[in-house]
């Protein structure tokens, strides 16, 4: 909505046919492009680019009457798991502002954790929503695959990445989705919509649900001992709900490490960068787009066959988040991410009902199955839980919101 909208809307005889979303503050991914404003991907290479058009999802959040704040942080080309770039300070959680907000949606969900936006516009292809909804104690939602369109265009050769919310009530995740889901915007791939809006069905019980667990990290690694914790806590409150919570075995393949990093590869390369400029990329930037454009095609396509791919690196040992990732190449994004911001004292305030927030569930997310994070009281970490939308889109979110009346 802007300014001169308003004319119109004061002049609606009946408040039924306003914008469902009116007035209603929010803020977009600076990787997602914006008419008129600056959108920089996180990138000095990018910091003259002013679009001259919208993607779809800010059309959306626009017609359903949201107003837009401006653009959220992202690493560069949203390539890492934390929120650090050369065009402003990194992205804090508002829990502890000397711990990472995650990434690559870190700004976004630093902006909804700390009161500035009720709900902000995130994207996911490794846990770019989720890591950074546990970090500040959010409701993280990584739609299925077609649910939200990324056009009009989409660089993401890999098909990682999709779109979606971050906010402070499952609620509010479900009406945000209610104003993007993708029918009436071009997508190739896109899904039908529920029988009822997203919001409606928060209001219905999920009913008896069988919930799978594990704690086994999918790379060579300890368990953070409060991960493990928070982990039997939420497979215990689930169980008081009445679910059936199981034990199963990983469900990781060994190749699910190379395969995802083949695809992070490629994807960097997606952005198109003067060569003159290269050099002006971060160092961890310049390594992948490097081993991006060495893939040969069987390779690429071996990725496209994994059954699970997540995202490395994902370290528990508390590094302050001021520039706390000294970009020096490969490792700077294989062996870390900063702990998940928390309050002073307060300790781990969440957990992980199918695993736990060690390694973030990111084997959904390459099948195409919708995923997300739904804090435990109002502090970081998580609990993820994983459905396939083509038979049942809404159960999700209703669990989601029957964990969170359930919370203190």
Same mark, same amino acid.
């Given at each position: ?18 914008? @469902? ?12 492009? =914006? ?54 300070? @990194? ?40 890591? %950074? ?54 997508? %190739?791939?896109?899904?039908?919509? @529920? ?53 199963? #075995? ?32 971060? %160092? ?27 995202? %490395? ?13 000294? #970009? ?15 309050? @002073? ?43 396939? =939308? ?19």
């Amino acid at each position: 909505m802007q300014l001169h909208d308003l004319t119109a809307i004061e002049a609606a005889d009946d408040p039924a046919t306003l914008p @469902p979303l009116l007035g209603v503050p929010t803020a977009i991914k600076d990787l997602n492009l =914006t008419k008129g404003i600056v959108t920089q991907l996180g990138s000095r290479v990018y910091t003259d680019n002013v679009s001259t058009l919208d993607d779809y999802i800010v059309e959306s959040l626009r017609e359903a009457g949201t107003i837009s704040l401006g653009k959220t942080a992202t690493p560069e080309f949203g390539l890492p798991c934390y929120t650090e770039t050369d065009i402003g300070p @990194p992205a804090c959680t508002p829990w502890d502002p000397a711990r990472s907000a995650g990434g690559s949606s870190g700004g976004a969900a630093a902006a909804v954790a700390g009161g500035f936006v009720p709900f902000a516009q995130g994207s996911d292809g490794g846990g770019s929503i989720r890591i %950074p909804a546990s970090a500040c104690g959010l409701v993280g939602l990584k739609t299925s695959r077609g649910r939200v369109s990324k056009g009009p265009l989409d660089v993401d050769a890999t098909w990682l990445a999709v779109l979606g919310p971050l906010a402070r009530t499952v609620r509010d995740a479900a009406a945000f989705l209610d104003a993007v889901a993708a029918p009436g915007r071009v997508t %190739p791939d896109p899904l039908p919509l @529920p029988g009822e809006p997203f919001r409606i069905a928060c209001d219905r019980e999920p009913g008896r649900l069988r919930i799978g667990r594990f704690i086994e990290a999918p790379i060579e690694s300890d368990v953070d001992p409060q991960v493990r914790d928070a982990w039997e806590q939420a497979s215990r409150l689930l169980a008081d709900l009445g679910h059936e919570v199981l034990d199963i #075995d990983s469900p990781m393949p060994p190749d699910a490490v190379p395969a995802f990093e083949t695809a992070w590869a490629v994807s960097a390369t997606g952005a198109p960068v003067d060569p003159a400029r290269e050099s002006e990329l971060r %160092p961890l930037t310049r390594h992948l787009r490097e081993r991006g454009r060495a893939i040969s095609g069987p390779q690429y396509a071996g990725h496209r066959r994994a059954r699970g791919v997540l995202t %490395p690196g994902h370290r528990r040992d508390g590094a302050p988040a001021r520039r706390a990732h000294p #970009d020096v190449g490969p490792a700077a994004a294989a062996d870390r991410l900063v702990r998940p911001g928390r309050r @002073p004292g307060s300790g781990l305030r969440a957990a992980d009902a199918i695993h736990p927030v060690h390694r973030r569930g990111e084997r959904h997310r390459p099948a195409g199955h919708l995923a997300a994070a739904v804090p435990e009281r109002r502090g970081p970490a998580d609990r993820r839980d994983a459905g396939r =939308t083509a038979r049942r889109r809404a159960t999700l979110l209703r669990l989601g919101a029957q964990l969170e009346a359930a919370l203190p």
